[in-house]
């Protein structure tokens, strides 16, 4: 996803709108949604189950959307080197109700996941 997650999707017609009057967060969600529709996943598509990695997660606002959209039954793991991001994560996933989606600290070129 790289640094695209933090531009968001647009389409065509709000591209030529002019973009920037769309809300960024918005944005963000939309491109969420587009990349979980290319993966084939969603609670829509039978994947309650899902288990989903985010790779330099921040603060965890990805992580939650995925694990809300997915709903309780999906697994969503976000992983940053930032302890401190790690645990702003964590307190507003605790915050926002958001159980299944956990945070940890961890290097995404060392990771402990199975492949």
Not at 95 to 107: I, L, R, S
């Amino acid at each position: 996803w790289g640094e695209h997650i933090h531009l968001g999707y647009y389409t065509k017609e709000e591209m030529e709108a002019g973009y920037k009057k769309k809300d960024f967060i918005e944005a963000k969600y939309d491109f969420v949604d587009e990349m979980m529709k290319l993966g084939g996943i969603g609670a829509d598509m039978g994947d309650s189950e899902a288990k989903v990695l985010d790779v330099g997660c921040g603060v965890g606002g990805t992580s939650r959307y995925l694990a809300k959209s997915l709903g309780p039954k999906a697994d969503v793991t976000g992983i940053t080197l930032s302890p401190n991001q790690v645990k702003r994560a964590t307190e507003l996933a605790e915050e926002q109700g958001v159980p299944n989606a956990k945070f940890t600290v961890m290097n995404a070129l060392e990771m402990d996941f199975p492949d």
